[in-house]
């Protein structure tokens, strides 16, 4: 990433964290800065975030790690990562039709990881996300294991969780990512 380009990432992320202060209050844009600015792959992921149309914002302190918790707050589940399956071994079962990648392989090349759905559920405490769209989150492996996978959006003011086979993917469904900077 060249200079510009972090200049550019870092004054689009302040921004945003001055628009909607509700998202992290109690929280200064100058300490989010420097723990960014001192993490090279979570500027990477940052920009991947961005780049895939995230639009991430800081959501909150992780509860047990010491850092700031990132989340992608786009209205819709990001344009960049959707159409597609739950993981790796159902895009590979596919015997027709299968999309150019996962929820969870695009998840690993961003450097994030998928919403767990109370993290997916504070997310939407903050805004009204994904009224149009959905998004896969992390699936607990013994679900995973049957054949199934989680997803949730939110629809006549409720946020609901879904199960799917994990092989199935649709043009409005993506992932949301979180990190921790």
Not at 30 to 55: C, F
Not at 83 to 104: F, G, I, M, Q, V
């Amino acid at each position: 990433m060249t200079s510009n380009e972090r200049d550019t990432l870092l004054h689009t992320l302040k921004a945003r964290f001055d628009k909607h202060p509700q998202r992290h209050a109690g929280i200064a844009w100058p300490e989010v800065q420097a723990r960014i600015e001192s993490n090279p792959k979570a500027l990477k992921a940052l920009q991947a975030m961005e780049a895939s149309g995230g639009e991430p914002d800081v959501i909150g302190r992780h509860p047990e790690a010491e850092g700031f918790v990132f989340c992608d707050c786009a209205a819709e589940s990001p344009a960049g990562r959707r159409s597609l399956c739950y993981d790796r071994a159902a895009r590979e079962s596919r015997k027709e039709h299968a999309p150019a990648s996962s929820a969870l392989e695009m998840a690993a090349e961003l450097g994030i990881e998928l919403l767990v759905e109370a993290q997916y559920r504070q997310l939407q405490q903050l805004g009204e996300f994904d009224l149009k769209t959905s998004s896969w989150i992390a699936t607990p492996p013994a679900m995973r294991k049957l054949g199934g996978a989680l997803f949730c959006d939110r629809r006549y003011g409720q946020v609901f969780t879904y199960h799917n086979g994990v092989q199935s993917y649709y043009a409005a469904r993506g992932f949301r990512g979180a990190l921790t900077v």
